[in-house]
C-alpha cells in the first residue's frame, strides 16, 4: 500500500514537471514569436552590420563580387572620413578653448605635450633614415588624410602637395570658423608669424620646433601661402638641408644649425 502511494507520487511528479517543461515550452515558443514580431533586424544583419567592413571587403574580394567590393571599398572611405573629420573638429575646439581662456603660450605647451606623446606611442619614425625612407614614411601618414596626392621632384628637393590639405584646409572649406572655431589674431611663432592664423594649423609650426629641438634639423618643411585660407599646404623634403632657407628657421623662432656656436 505504502509502495502504491509512492509510485503514484513520483508518477504525479513526473507528469507534473511534463506539464511545466510543456508549458515553459510554449510560453517560450510564444515570446519569440512577439519578439520576431517587434525585432527591426533579422540575426544575419545584425551579424553583417556589427562586423568590420574591411573583413566585408575581402571577404567580397575573395568571392569575386566586385560591385559589392567597389560599394564596400567606398563605404569604408565614407565611414573612415566622418570619423577623421570629428576628431578634427573636436580637437580644434579643444584649441579654441585653451586659447580663448588660457592664451596662445597656453596653446603651444598643449600641443607640445601632445606631440611629444604622439610621437613615443603612434607617429614612430621609420626604421631607415635615409631621404627615401623618410619621404615614404610621410607619404604614407599623409594617405591617412583620404585627399589627392601629388608629388615633385628636383634637384634641391622633393614636395609632396594634399590638394586639398586633409586637415586644416578641409577645416576653413567646411566653415569650421565661421561656425566657432578660433584664429589666432595676432602673431606668434606658433602661426609662423602670422596674423588671422587658423588655430588648427599651429601643430605645423609646433611640429617643426619640436623636429629641430629634438632631432637638430627639419624633417620637411611647410610651404605656405599667407593668409592660409589660399592655397594648398606643400611638404618640402630637401636632399641637403643646408639648402633648407633661412626663413623657415626665422618664422619659427629657431637658428640654422651652420649658423649654431
Known sequence: MVSGRIAAEVSHSILRGMAESALAKSCL??????????????DA??????ARTLDLLLQAIDEGDKKKAKELAERMY????????GYMFWVTGLQTYILRNYGIDAVEKAEREAHTIEG????????????????????????GHLQPITIEEDDEKIVVTMKPCGSGERIIQ?????????????????TWGMKNFPIYCVHCPVMEMLDIEGNGDFGFVHMVHEPIPFG?????????????????????GKKKPSAKK
Open 29 to 42: 515558443k510564444e515570446a519569440e514569436r512577439l519578439m520576431s514580431k517587434n525585432r527591426l533586424f533579422t
Open 120 to 143: 613615443k606611442t603612434v607617429f614612430l619614425p621609420p626604421e631607415k633614415n635615409d631621404l627615401r625612407s623618410r619621404v615614404e614614411h610621410a607619404v604614407g601618414s599623409f594617405r
Open 78 to 85: 565614407r565611414e573612415f572620413n566622418h570619423l577623421h573629420d
Open 45 to 50: 544583419e545584425l551579424k553583417e552590420m556589427g
Open 174 to 190: 567646411k566653415g569650421g570658423y565661421e561656425a566657432g572655431l578660433a584664429k589666432v589674431k595676432e602673431p606668434h611663432p606658433i
Open 232 to 252: 594648398s599646404c606643400h611638404f618640402a623634403f630637401y636632399k641637403d638641408p643646408k639648402n633648407i632657407p633661412q626663413e623657415f628657421y626665422d618664422r619659427i
